[in-house]
């Protein structure tokens, strides 16, 4: 019986807290949000987190020769892998980051597409021809294995390749 007063004395004093104290629910979601935090691995570097499949591949991209700015390059697995990506810079130079945006792709096969970007509304961009910027007609291909660190790609636009000097 003592027992029994003791859990109702419990349950009043809980009835008896003000209603807009929240002091309970705050300490679960608190405690909830501890949790997480250590689960996620909160305060690990990055870097650990990489997986050792992973190798480190940058490249430049150019286009008639000149340096092709703000576009993205895709590398596509021809057979089983994931994405990778990277944007050149100024210089035509790009770093890949896969789907997780680790730095980095998986050893293998791959199907290049490029495009240019437009930032900013009426920005012009260079001129790239259509199948170099679809997985259907990319002609680009590339390997990469574990030694893999630099990739250069050369582009020439059909329409550039047939000008006539006069």
Not at 86 to 113: C, K, Q, R, W
Not at 140 to 150: F, G, H, K, N, P
Request: aromatic share 6%; with cysteine; net charge neutral.
């Amino acid at each position: 019986m003592s027992k029994m007063m003791q859990n109702s004395n419990v349950a009043h004093s809980l009835r008896q807290m003000p209603r807009g104290s929240n002091w309970l629910s705050i300490s679960w979601l608190v405690a909830a949000l501890a949790c997480c935090a250590c689960c996620l691995g909160c305060g690990q570097p990055l870097a650990t987190k990489t997986p050792a499949n992973l190798v480190q591949v940058a490249g430049r991209v150019t286009l008639n020769n000149q340096p092709l700015t703000r576009a993205s390059v895709l590398f596509l697995p021809i057979e089983s892998g994931s994405r990778a990506r990277g944007m050149t810079n100024a210089n035509g130079e790009f770093h890949l980051l896969d789907e997780s945006e680790l730095a980095g792709i998986a050893p293998g096969e791959y199907l290049i597409v490029f495009k240019p970007l437009t930032l900013l509304p009426g920005e012009s961009t260079q001129p790239l021809d259509k199948d170099y910027q679809s997985p259907d007609s990319t002609p680009v291909r590339a390997t990469v294995s574990e030694d893999t660190e630099l990739l250069n790609f050369q582009l020439t636009n059909r329409a550039s390749a047939y000008r006539i000097k006069i």
